[in-house]
């Protein structure tokens, strides 16, 4: 079937790794030229996007739009089906200015350009290709072409134990991604018709046994890339070797897909099996919250604070998700765009701290403030909306999860007000952790700023070293070092970043207005599951602590019950 308009979301897909054809080409020997490239490939997709959603995306829809369907493999029945909607649409869009940006920061590197703005312009096409694919098995693909380009940026651009964490990157997430095939298989050839389509999959009405498993496969899938506790543990490894641009796209981007695949195949398709694992969700997010934040508080890394920080982040999507309530639903997606914007920066900002002082120990560090003001400021800044400051993102985003699981009808007063209280807790350390890490980086004792570059002469010579590989230009030795203040390039890249933050922060409209209504729709589909459910099974939705309860509204319309 072809589409009776312009292919926007093909050409969208498409651009970046169609592009990435010609660097190896492009004549370019210091690797100038294909920077610039590929800053221009980045802001030209980003643009496109931006101009296709303004003019043919209508907000006030929550079915699919801008379809397109091409036969593939048709004795398969895999269709090149691309599509968006308001889940879509938002993280599209952030996925564009995460990745353009974290090209630009990426302004330093010199060791094989290349292969690496190649690299970055591959993931660029996967990352959307997974957010805007209407057919599973597409999805499958596009999930599985991301992790080439991501284990190979850190294995070649990262730090001493890089090629440690980019291959615990690939097994965790590859063995992970094994369950999204088997469960597209199984849900495609259940039924008369083989498809994998998700318009058809959310029509075939799946016994419970099957929707279970499925579910839970699914679950341990997404629930890697989300980085829910214990899966977690890759994630502060990649990070922790990984170069602050591979950093920006892991925790802004390739995170939130975990979170996009619960409510797109979880959620949408198997909305009986959620009545179920919900409980279970809003356990799991409460232990990243919590966990998360402790063993952030423990490090002395400083990108691995962030890392722990980050999955203490994402237990408020869990939370949302599990709420059963249009603000809690609504408050996981704004908290994965709040997440995705704010650890973007904050990484970013992390690579810049270390290319003056060339270490990511906080306990070398201090008195830095003093020669770098605006790099203070702009930390200070992305890690006050990282602890929720009002006016910022990351607190209408998290009031709106809390209000959600506050509010809703379906869990019993004890659960909820554990669960808050619990979330709470976790909340509470957040500004703890990234005071004291402000503190030890730019403030500590007052000494006078300090770094160590053992080896660094050695890495100057050969790039290829197995124990250390130097980003930028910057390793200089000792007595060399700069430390010089946030450049104009540094200072945009974090303003694009704070100027969003801000402005969701005091009109949350800015994003909330491109998916209020897919996700009413989407909390509308498990609730009206979790109706059915609770009053074909009373026996079990009572007042107990772990299973929802069938709410008040619902009560009157069961036969036999007696308000």
Known sequence: MMPDQFPWL?????????????????????????????LGVGIGDFVLMCYVFWKHYDASSATFQLVEKYAWVPQLGLNWAVSVDGLSVPLVLLAGLVTTLSIFAAWQVDYKPRLFYFLMLVLYSAQIGVFVAQDVM??????????????????????????????????????????ILVAALGMAFYGDNIT????????????????????????IAFGVKLAVFPLHTWLPDAHGEASAPVSMILAGVLLKMGGYGLIRLNLELLPDAHVYFA????????????????????????????????????????????SFTDVGISGALLQM???????????????????????????????????????FALFTAGAMASLALPGMSGFVSELSVFVGVTTSDIYSSTFRTVTVFLAAVGLILTPIYLL?????????????????????????????????????????????????????????????????IVG??????????????????????VRQSHSQIAKANLSIYGKGFWFPRVAETELASVPGIIK
């Open 436 to 500: 004291s890490m402000l503190r030890q980086v730019f403030y500590n004792s007052g000494a006078a700023p300090t770094c160590d570059l053992d080896g660094s002469l050695k890495n100057l010579n050969n790039q290829g070293n197995q124990e250390a590989v130097c980003f930028g230009t910057n390793c200089v030795l000792p007595a060399e070092a700069r430390y010089n203040d946030a450049s104009p390039r540094e200072v945009f890249i974090a303003a694009c970043f704070l100027a969003l």
């Open 337 to 375: 765009i709040s997440h995705g914007l704010i650890a973007a920066v904050l990484f970013f900002l992390a690579g810049v701290t270390y290319d003056r002082t060339h270490t990511l120990m906080m306990d070398e560090m201090g008195g830095i403030g003093q020669v770098m003001p605006k790099v």
């Open 279 to 322: 409980p279970i969700l809003a356990i799991l997010g409460i232990v990243n919250i919590s966990y998360g934040a402790f063993a952030s508080f423990g490090q002395t890394n400083m990108k691995r604070r962030l890392a722990y920080s980050s999955v203490s982040h994402m237990g408020f999507v869990l939370l949302g998700i599990a």
């Open 10 to 38: 093909t050409a969208i897909i498409l651009l970046p790794l169609v592009a990435s054809l010609a660097i190896p080409v492009l004549p370019d020997k210091e690797g100038k030229r294909v920077r610039w490239y590929a």
């Open 196 to 219: 994998f389509d998700m318009v058809e999959l959310a029509m075939k009405d799946y016994p419970l046994a099957l929707e279970l498993p499925l579910y839970a496969g699914l679950l």
């Open 504 to 525: 969701i922060g005091f009109y949350p409209k800015l994003a909330t207005n491109v998916y209020d209504v897919k996700m009413v729709a989407v909390n509308a589909q």
């Open 138 to 179: 597409l999805l499958f693909i596009m999930w599985e072409l991301e992790l080439v380009p991501v284990y190979l940026l850190v294995s070649i651009w990262g730090g001493k134990k890089r090629r440690y964490a980019a291959t615990k990157f690939l097994l965790y997430t590859a063995a992970a991604s094994i369950f």
